[in-house]
């Protein structure tokens, strides 16, 4: 067993892990895992540029994992930046903040390699669950779960600034990242006058459909979408709208997990959200305070997933690209 740290920070959160790794039987057991909501991609998409603001709220949540790291003697770090600190001018000043405190230079990963981190953190467990179907177990809100999956599997992997598509069997087969997540949908269509439309115009909504079918127009070039036999949908816009769906009381990592949730019932949860004041979203009990203003074009982006590729459901995993970057780290040596 080997015990290492996973950090992926992304356009919108930061996230660790900490595991101890098995690559003999590929079991990866949780010791701490956690997230915070620092928007390190504010403004990105309008100035190319990291925010001083964002750059601390980040480098505060650093200094916390730094701490968690340590405690919990972790062998080995590695920390994977995504979207945000790929597209800012002054993303050297990002790296030293990381450098400083971590004592790890920030990998700033490319989309394909964060397609392939994320497509091997979902589809471990996948891979050993088989095809054969069973009875569906329905949630409270009208998702499931079942047993089977079928291959090929889609991973998409829906984050703050870019969306990661990915295709394979045990292996990728295809991978795209095109530049589409809640924060830069958020930030390019519904900011008015310095706020959020509250809630966005038809206009705005149609502006952002818009934009997705141009990256999905893209992600096809690359990847056969239609081709998939299961889409499996990863991080926080989707599994928030799966603890919606399931109409839980608070958010329950166990019971979203490997949940099933129909397209009928994302497309209620999706015109909801786009239908709702941040009020009424900030109160539903699953809801992250950090995801009001954004999540209503993170889940049109998963909704226009499933529209274009015909998928049925949408299997929401809570392991992805982290559970990925925890297994490069451990298989570093190997």
Not at 103 to 123: C, K, L, R, W
Request: proline fraction near 4%; include cysteine.
């Amino acid at each position: 067993m080997k015990r290492v740290a996973a950090i992926d920070c992304g356009t919108n959160s930061i996230r660790l892990l900490v595991a101890d790794a098995d690559p003999a039987t590929g079991e990866l057991k949780d010791l701490d895992r956690r997230m915070q909501i620092v928007r390190l991609g504010q403004g990105v998409d309008r100035t190319g540029r990291l925010a001083p603001e964002a750059l601390e709220r980040t480098f505060a949540a650093c200094r916390e994992y730094a701490a968690v790291i340590k405690s919990l003697g972790a062998e080995r770090v590695r920390f994977a930046a995504t979207s945000a600190s790929r597209d800012a001018e002054n993303r050297e000043d990002f790296v030293r903040g990381v450098v400083d405190i971590l004592g790890v230079e920030p990998e700033v990963i490319t989309g394909d390699q964060e397609a392939e981190f994320s497509f091997n953190g979902a589809t471990k467990e996948l891979l050993g669950m088989g095809t054969a179907g069973a009875e569906r177990l329905p949630g409270k809100g009208g998702g499931g779960r079942r047993a089977g999956v079928a291959r090929p599997f889609l991973v998409v992997d829906i984050g703050g600034g870019s969306t990661e598509f990915v295709l394979g069997d045990e292996s990728v087969r295809a991978a795209r990242s095109v530049d589409v997540g809640c924060v830069r949908m958020t930030e390019r269509h519904l900011v008015h006058e310095g706020g959020i439309s509250d809630p966005p115009s038809p206009g705005q909504i149609s502006a952002i459909k818009a934009d997705i079918a141009t990256a999905l127009d893209r992600a096809e070039e690359t990847v056969p979408l239609g081709e998939a036999a299961t889409l499996v949908g990863l991080a926080g816009s989707v599994t928030t709208v799966a603890a919606i769906a399931l109409g839980l009381d608070r958010y329950e990592s166990e019971a979203i997990h490997h949940s099933r949730i129909p397209l009928a019932k994302v497309r209620e949860i999706t015109e909801r959200l786009l239908s709702s004041t941040h009020a009424e979203r900030a109160a539903i009990p699953v809801m992250h305070p950090g995801r009001v203003d954004v999540i209503g074009a993170g889940a049109l982006v998963l909704l226009s997933i499933m529209e274009r590729t015909g998928a049925e459901e949408v299997v929401v995993s809570e392991h992805d690209i982290l559970d990925g970057i925890a297994w490069h780290a451990a298989l570093d040596d190997e």
